[in-house]
């Protein structure tokens, strides 16, 4: 077993009216760890407490081996963060900027100079480093807030919501920049977000919370394997107008759990239903119960789960619904983006 | 797979293998990750650098041209009358300043509480405003750390501000071959009295402007705070005055900071104070005059801290 880098145990904060995080323990190892959650899920809370700055209610925490409550100062030399919000001074430029945070970090003038040249340019930070960051894209202010947490090399960082505010390219370059600060720089990463879908891709683990608690912490690989799931797409006949329908209240009846993917208006999506496939007489019995009804058979075929289906019995259907369920991203989608966003079957996974 | 040597790849951890289709760049742009083995220097030296940095700051230097331009304006109406006093005595002859140090510094208030309400939030309004102050509690500092380095920056370059002049005026006095002995002992004492002010202003400013985020109020809010009390207790003092009622001209003085840094010089720097009656502070006054200049530092110092406590992340 590897060493975690951060080890979290029952740990619990309260604040005047909320609770904020509920009995906590998980443990996470090296590499990317996606922490998935709501708004107000305890992500922000978790990393305060991580970083020595907000004491435990109860319960407690090491990062790096040091103890959150007595040696904050120690694991703050060592871990760098990301805040959600914005934090740049608009008037000074992202070099200047970068070397002061550099040396508030502990690196002497001339090291602190050097490290962060190497830094803007390896978060794709060329020559607009020397102009005042006021008349910075989101994506360059993006790369900048990286860049200063990651100039004094530290050996974990956290970083909140950093794909926040991005358009769906812009969200795509950092992510594959998150991997990299990993896999090139040897740096491991938490990385909170509100979508799941995003951190698919990016994390080794996921690790989801609602409410302050742990809902679910496992690699990203066992919970795209967990559950298999059944596709079935089947004709329409005229004792069966809508075919899908008939079959899925069939199934229901039979004791299988089918649903139609969402995304009403994704193409073939009508068509298709999603069946869960807990054991191999699944397949007997849908092709049986496909028989008896009397419809063709167009397609059965295993696919994924997405991690985004852990949160399908408590979502709104209604949200799930916008955009034919691909990334909502870009400024149409700012105000729907504070939610956290299932992405069910997408077109794409189907078609 | 295998990664291309490449020199200046030797210190890195991992050198990663060029994405196809960026040969070109890749010689200069990328160059593999380095890890950092040298010094982490911690938290006395990160004090340390943003004392620094804020002293700078304060006047402009490290900051744009057009930051730079207030303070050095302002700097210079503060020492050119000193020199102009300085010119005078040495050409007359002179057999003693026309003008005495801390009465110089105390006269130029108006200019000082510019420089002040320009300065104070520009050190601290802007880390609130831009969120910047979250960052630097991610970093090994604490939040004393923060206000000490800001506190101390701030006091400074006021000092600095007022001390340039009266280096001036003892640089001068030198010159026209006044009594060296008195001249030194008012020189320092003109310097206490200087480190004094700047102390009790810093407090005051960076208090006012921490709580104060919007720069444009925060300015108006410290040349109020340092001027209408310093006018009030002027003229309510010279009603006093008049009315014959001198003794309370005193503990009138208590009333702002600018009075409060006049009586303390006339009473242990051996100056003269502005007052109306001239009168000297009783030794009750006096005390109170010390004790009100402890409590507003340690209460500004205070303030500030419980302000940072909520700017955290
Ligand atoms: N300083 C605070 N005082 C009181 N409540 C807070 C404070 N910070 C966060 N909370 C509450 O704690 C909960 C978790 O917040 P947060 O950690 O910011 O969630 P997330 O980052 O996952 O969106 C929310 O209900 C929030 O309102
Ligand atoms: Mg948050």
């Known amino acids: ?351 | 797979m295998s990664p291309e040597p490449h020199p200046t790849t030797s210190m890195s951890k991992t050198a990663p293998p060029a994405p196809p289709g960026q040969r070109g760049e890749d010689v200069i742009h990328n160059i593999g990750y380095r890890n950092y083995d040298g010094p982490r220097l911690g938290r006395g030296y990160a004090r340390t650098s943003l004392f620094d940095q804020s002293l700078r700051g304060a006047y402009g230097l490290g900051r744009s041209a057009k930051s730079k331009v207030l303070p050095m304006i302002l700097f210079a109406v503060m020492c050119v009358p000193a020199a102009i006093v300085v010119a005078v005595a040495i050409f007359t002859e002179a057999k003693q300043m026309p003008v005495d140090y801390n009465s110089y510094v105390l006269r130029m208030q108006p200019v000082i509480g510019i420089y002040i309400a320009a300065m104070a939030p520009q050190a601290v309004s802007l880390d609130l405003r831009f969120r910047v102050v979250p960052l630097y509690f991610s970093r090994p500092i604490e939040r004393s750390d923060y206000v000490g380095a800001k506190y101390a920056a701030l006091s400074a370059a006021i000092f600095i501000f007022t001390a340039a002049s009266v280096v001036i005026l003892y640089v001068g006095a030198l010159l026209a071959k006044l009594d060296f002995g008195d001249q030194t002992k008012g020189f320092a004492l003109g310097l206490a009295c200087c480190a004094i002010f700047s102390l009790l202003h810093a407090g005051i400013g960076l208090a006012v402007a921490a709580a104060t985020p919007r720069r444009g109020f925060g300015v108006a809010a410290i040349i109020a705070v340092l001027t209408i009390p310093y006018m009030l207790v002027g003229t309510v003092q010279g009603i006093a005055f008049s009315q014959d009622n001198t003794k309370i001209i005193g503990w009138l003085g208590l009333g702002s900071p600018g009075t409060l840094v006049d009586g303390l010089q006339s009473k242990f720097l051996d100056g003269q104070s502005d007052f109306p009656s001239g009168q000297a502070l009783t030794s009750m006054q006096a005390s109170l005059y010390v004790l009100l200049i402890v409590v507003l530092i340690a209460g500004t110092y205070g303030l500030l801290l419980r302000r940072y406590r909520k700017a955290g992340l």
């Open chain 1, 1 to 351: 077993m590897t060493v975690n880098v951060i080890a979290i145990e029952s740990l619990t904060k309260r604040y005047p009216r909320v609770t904020a995080l509920d009995r906590l323990t998980v443990g996470i190892t090296p590499g990317v760890t996606g922490l998935v959650g709501a708004n107000g899920a305890g992500k922000s809370t978790l990393i305060k407490i991580l970083l020595g700055l907000s004491p435990a209610t109860e319960g407690g925490a090491t990062v790096l081996g040091m103890d959150v409550a007595r040696e904050g100062s120690a694991i703050r030399e060592r871990v760098g963060y990301m805040p959600e919000h914005d934090c740049l001074p608009p008037d000074v430029s992202a070099t200047e900027f970068v070397v002061h945070m550099a040396r508030m970090s502990g690196l002497p003038a001339t090291s602190a100079r050097e490290r962060t040249a190497d830094t803007l340019r390896h978060v794709g930070l060329y020559e607009e480093r020397y102009r005042p960051m006021g008349g910075y894209s989101t994506g360059m202010k993006q790369r900048v807030k990286l860049a200063q947490a990651l100039v004094h090399d530290p050996k974990l960082v956290l970083l909140d919501e950093p794909t926040n505010g991005l358009d769906p390219v812009g969200r795509d370059e950092m992510l594959a920049l998150i991997r990299r600060v990993h896999t090139d720089f040897g740096i491991s990463v938490l990385v909170t977000s509100h979508l799941l879908g995003e951190l698919e891709r990016t994390c080794d683990h996921v690790v989801v919370i609602d409410g302050g608690k742990l809902l679910r912490a496992s690699s990203t690989a066992d919970f795209t394997k967990s559950t298999p799931s059944l596709a079935v797409e089947v004709t329409d006949t005229d004792t069966h107008p809508n075919g899908t329908e008939a079959l899925r209240s069939a199934l229901v009846a039979a004791g299988l759990s089918a649903q139609a993917p969402g995304a009403a208006g994704a193409p073939g999506a009508g068509h298709l239903l999603m069946v869960d496939a807990t054991d191999e007489s699944a397949y007997d019995t849908i092709r049986d119960t496909v028989t008896e009804l009397g419809l063709g058979l167009v397609r059965m075929e295993q696919r994924r789960h997405h991690i985004a289906e852990v949160f399908d019995t408590d979502e709104a259907a209604g949200t799930t619904a916008q955009a034919g369920g691909a990334p909502l991203a870009g400024a149409a989608a700012a105000a729907a983006d504070r939610e956290l966003q299932p992405q069910k079957g997408g077109s794409g996974d189907v078609a």
